[in-house]
């Protein structure tokens, strides 16, 4: 072969192998400026001379030998994209030199391991980290030991008080390690000494250490979306949006509550969604009563029965929280129909009022007031102002990285992204006529906040009871499977 055309084959193949490697993984992560940017947005809010400390999540046991899948902290992955445990994050307010080099941030990380990737996955190590997301100074954590930092000199060392489920792996550097190490560089345990003999070191160590500013300050960040993030929050919500419509299509009563779920996490993997950012919650009947009802297990979801479906897709980190409320044969009866429309004008009074200077407490009153009146003209309780428990929760939060995000929940601000979602949910034996009995209604919209107003990202899963009924109608490949029977 000329060595002109080897070189083309060559050079062709390279390019296609590097092309087809990447194209592999969803291309649609946050960026590494992303983090970078919020770093910088965090180290604005830190005072004077402080550093901020951030731990990787721990890994939770199952049972036996077998964990939960990994999810990390959202404060850590929202400030560095690193999704592996075993991880330390040191943000400083101002340039330090250590060990001869000169920066503001340092990330210690799980070491790369042979054999220990191939039982659970390729793992970033130091260059990766450097290389994907973006970081300068970056060591193993097993350097973090000898690392010659001076806590003493900063005037607040400020993070998060330590999770109490953290196991010691017996592996060098996990996450126990670099919470000991962390503790003893900056004298933690002598806080939990009633009787220190030596007064000064436990009263420098207690005017340094801050274990509640940080809150507040990635409170104030996380409120507020970036146009990256919404970029994925919206995807995760009409996700979520989807599921549902699929799911009315499908919908039959001799389903059972575990199908419907798996209806809607179907679509959620199909549309590349990864997890659930919460247990899914499908109640059929008095389960809808259940306000986190996560067991799912109805057989048949029967004829003439609500069922409420609380799910929300996680994309890329950023969770939905979609509710629908719809019934098994596809038509609201008499008594499900006026409990289901008093919802909705609820929900969409307050919606109409999520919007830039208003307050969560009035938007929240307003669903209030328009319930009890209801419930009231219905005869369901006495008089508007009863006392009763068929509407015992908020009807509002922010949704993010979590799906009850950090806020602090005052004033509606330009590019929140909340919840709105009034329910009533009347079990059986409440005192009222038994025809009440077992109606649960919820109807969850998740709202991006904009100086135009409100706009509802989850406006793709029907919401009106017409609307609903009509989608109901539709055909579906969902529910026609035709799978083997079993015994
Ligand atoms: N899915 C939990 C909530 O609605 O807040
Ligand atoms: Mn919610
Ligand atoms: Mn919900």
Not at 139 to 161: A, L, R, T, V
Not at 240 to 249: C, F, T, W
Not at 274 to 284: H, K, M, N
């Amino acid at each position: 072969m000329k060595l002109k055309p080897f070189l083309t084959t060559f050079f062709c193949l390279l390019f296609i192998a590097a092309f087809s490697q990447n194209n592999d993984l969803p291309q649609d992560y946050l960026t590494k400026e992303f983090h970078k940017d919020r770093r910088e947005q965090l180290r604005k809010l830190l005072p004077k001379n402080s550093v901020a400390v951030f731990f990787a999540n721990p890994i939770r046991n199952r049972a036996n030998d077998v964990d939960f899948i990994y999810h990390q902290d959202p404060n850590f992955y929202y400030l560095t994209g690193y999704k592996e445990p075993h991880s330390l994050l040191l943000i400083f307010k101002n340039e330090q030199t250590i060990e001869g080099k000169a920066f503001k941030e340092v990330l210690f990380v799980q070491e790369r391991n042979e054999y220990a990737e191939m039982w659970t996955g390729k793992r970033l190590g130091v260059e990766g980290v450097q290389d994907k997301l973006g970081f300068r100074i970056v060591y193993n954590g097993s350097k973090f030991k000898s690392y010659e930092i001076d806590f003493s000199k900063f005037d607040k060392i400020i993070f998060k008080n330590f999770k109490n489920d953290v196991r010691d792996t017996g592996n060098e550097a996990d996450l126990f390690d670099l919470i000991k190490v962390f503790k003893d560089k900056v004298s933690f345990d002598l806080l939990n000494l009633t009787n220190t003999s030596n007064d000064k070191i436990y009263n420098e160590t207690k005017k340094r250490i801050d274990t509640k500013l940080l809150d507040g300050f990635m409170t104030t960040l996380r409120e507020i979306k970036t146009t990256e993030e919404l970029v994925l929050l919206k995807k995760a919500v009409e996700i979520s949006a989807i599921g549902q419509l699929e799911m009315m299509k499908a919908m039959h009563p001799n389903m059972s509550e575990t199908e419907a779920q798996g209806v809607h996490e179907f679509v959620y993997k199909k549309y590349g969604a990864e997890y659930e950012g919460y247990p899914s919650i499908v109640g059929a009947g008095n389960n809808g009563c259940i306000l986190h009802y996560v067991d799912n297990n109805k057989t048949t979801i029967g004829e003439n029965t609500l069922i409420l479906m609380d799910l929300g897709a996680e994309y890329h980190g950023y969770t939905a929280d979609v509710t629908r409320t719809i019934p098994s044969n596809g038509k609201f009866t008499t008594e499900q129909k006026l409990i289901y429309d008093l919802v909705y004008k609820a929900q969409e009074a307050s919606i109409l009022e999520t919007k830039i200077g208003n307050k969560f407490r009035d938007t929240h009153q307003i669903t209030v007031d328009i319930i009890n009146k209801g419930l009231a003209q219905l005869g369901i309780i006495e008089n508007e102002d009863s006392y009763h428990t068929y509407y015992p929760h908020g009807s509002s939060h922010h949704i993010g990285l979590d799906v009850h995000d950090p806020g602090q929940y005052k004033t509606f601000k330009e590019n929140m992204v909340v919840t709105v979602e009034p329910g009533i949910y009347i079990p059986k034996g409440s005192p009222c006529d038994k025809k009440w009995w077992g109606i649960a209604v919820r109807i969850e919209d998740d709202i991006l906040i904009t100086k135009n107003g409100p706009i509802n990202l989850s406006a793709m899963a029907p919401r009106k009871s017409d609307a609903i009924e009509k989608a109901m109608k539709l055909p579906s490949a969902l529910n026609n499977f035709n799978l083997p029977k079993l015994d």
